[in-house]
């Protein structure tokens, strides 16, 4: 008896490869695309509900047609798009800044859809420090943004990111440049 497909990508997984190499693995031995990448999936831990979800998204472009060769291909794009991101357990802390990211996303006057996706694999995977760096070195838009509340709102997240027990060192540079850019009138 063969074993799961899960539990093939758990043992990939074990061994060091990649989502996106334990899929094109699954992908090539099974010859199934979408029960390779949902078993990545579990084997990450993501609820099936989740996965679903995620594959559901992607699976006319990626999945529903494969070609043989592609599964290395196939595999890094689902990565890319946060298919295989596992999801972080929030406290209310982290709730408080991606609100206050939200908001400031909202001040920004209009995001770039690359930069917007990034920014949500960082909310889903809990990277909040790479999202606050990713926002402090933007810019609101001068015609449609809100500079004042989008810095103001900047500041406070950084506040309660440099206020965790252990904090990014550089969440204070960040932070000090956030409130440099407020003050100005």
Not at 136 to 162: F, I, K, N, Q, S
Request: charge should be negative; proline fraction near 9%.
């Amino acid at each position: 008896m063969l074993p799961s497909l899960p539990t093939l990508a758990r043992h990939a997984l074990d061994r060091g490869h990649t989502p996106a190499e334990t899929y094109a693995i699954l992908a090539r031995r099974s010859g199934e695309p979408l029960p390779a990448a949902r078993a990545v999936c579990l084997a990450l831990d993501i609820p099936l509900a989740e996965a679903t979800i995620r594959l559901n998204d992607c699976y006319d472009a990626l999945l529903a047609d494969p070609r043989p060769g592609t599964e290395n291909d196939t595999g890094e794009l689902l990565e890319a798009l946060g298919v295989f991101d596992v999801p972080k357990a929030l406290t209310a802390t982290d709730l408080a800044v991606i609100d206050l990211f939200l908001a400031a996303i909202d001040a920004m006057g209009g995001i770039r859809a690359g930069h917007q996706h990034g920014l949500t694999r960082w909310f889903t995977t809990g990277n909040l420090t790479t999202a606050y760096l990713s926002l402090t070195a933007a810019d609101p838009r001068p015609t449609t943004g809100d500079p004042a509340t989008y810095w103001a709102t900047l500041v406070t997240a950084g506040e309660l990111l440099a206020a965790e027990p252990t904090p990014d060192p550089r969440i204070k540079p960040a932070l000090i440049h956030c409130r440099s850019r407020a003050a100005r009138p």
